[in-house]
């Protein structure tokens, strides 16, 4: 069967990581809500994670995995799903700083690429060129080289 991909824009992306934000009780939007929204199912950029078996399941995984391994390095018990969604939050996610980051860096590549506004991809290469911080770790649990993939959606442009 054929997968149906619907175009999403990069206000889409942003709407959603703030929308998946909220439903994770977190506090800030921050790259990995954009990572996971832009390796969902309806996007450019899920063509392109595809490959290299970057699926939203495997991001998921991934930032788990990287959340207990960064809590136990700090010797933190992680929260069960349970008590992290009774924590009552009632307001929006507030921008983040790795979030911030990643979308001034994808509007940086649309604006060296000659392009008015930012692409999904554009916002994608910005999330993978961070060097430091979860998505950097989270990418390395998955085995998956952040330097190649970068250099595969170049080649692709």
């Known amino acids: 069967m054929h997968e149906v991909v619907a175009p999403m824009s ?27 929204v832009l390796a969902g199912p309806c996007d450019e950029t899920a063509r392109i994670l595809k ?25 933190v018990e992680p929260l069960t799903a349970e008590r992290a969604t009774r924590s009552g939050r009632t307001r929006a996610p507030q921008w983040g700083a790795s979030a911030k980051s990643a979308l001034k860096r994808g509007h940086e590549i649309a604006r060296r690429g ?31 080289d952040r330097t190649a993939l970068i250099a595969h959606i170049g080649r692709r442009r």
């Open 114 to 144: 000659g392009r008015a506004g930012e692409t999904p991809t554009d916002l994608l290469l910005g999330v993978l060129q961070a060097e430091l911080g979860t998505v950097p770790r989270a990418l390395a649990i998955t085995g998956a």
């Open 10 to 36: 990069t206000r889409d992306v942003a709407k959603q990581a703030r929308g998946l934000a909220s439903e994770l009780n977190a506090r800030t939007v921050e790259a990995e809500h954009l990572l996971l």
């Open 51 to 75: 490959p290299v078996a970057l699926d939203r399941g495997r991001v998921e995984a991934a930032l788990r995995e990287e959340r207990q391994a960064s809590l136990a390095a700090a010797g």
